[in-house]
């Protein structure tokens, strides 16, 4: 999978999200397994489960165990953090396409009925881009779907620049989520070059994440390139950037 991340967000500053057991439930209620068939088809991209690519093997935790597809624990934990049948939301889908989302629209129905068969009504909104992105960073949604392609392959373009409370602030932290523990891990992996030693810090913050689940993480995409069958030694970088040294033509 590519340096990215597709994922719905939970605003936790707007009822009923500041409840994680609400967060937990939303993340047991969808298929990812239908949304991968559905708009990552051919092996153009992978489940994901945390925050971070596979591809920062380093820093990135292999022993987290996923949120499963069970909509009855689901309901469980809607019912007891208080939530009733039938209760009304926003999922704002976005109006374009993106490499870790190619289908945002078609995602955001599959979302919505596996939420409506836990009781969730979702109502899905759109705007154009420069309006989604303006509302976004103003707090305005109650769910939202964007994703990343990271800048630098380093976890803390993800971690921090994602999910950090500094974030939260300036709306690069669209799920508004500032966790003590979480920010105390990141910071400290901030400032160590040990690279052993972020990773174990960066591995024990994405513990937190998944419990937290401040995101419902959905898929690391793969990026393609049509290439004509004449092209040898064509490459792509973790970063995406293309690499023409050693292309030839035969």
Known sequence: AGLNVGYISFNTEKAPFGDKRVRQALNLAVNKKTILDAIYPGGIGEIAKNPIPPVIGWAYNNDIKDYAYDPEAAKKLLAEAGVPADT??????????????PAAKRMAEIVQADWAKVGIKAKIVSYDWAEYL????AGEHQTVMLGWTGDTGDPDNFLYELLGCGAAKTGGNNARWCNPGFEELIQKARKTSD?????????????????????????????????AKNVEGFKVDPLGHFKFYGVSMK
């Open 88 to 101: 009304e939301i926003d999922l704002w889908a976005m109006p374009v396409a993106r490499p870790y989302n």
């Open 134 to 137: 303006k509302r976004v960073r």
């Open 195 to 227: 690279r052993a030693e972020r990773g174990k810090l960066y591995k024990e913050a994405q513990v937190i994440f998944k419990d937290e689940a401040p995101w419902l993480t959905v898929a690391h995409a793969v990026q393609t390139v049509p290439m």
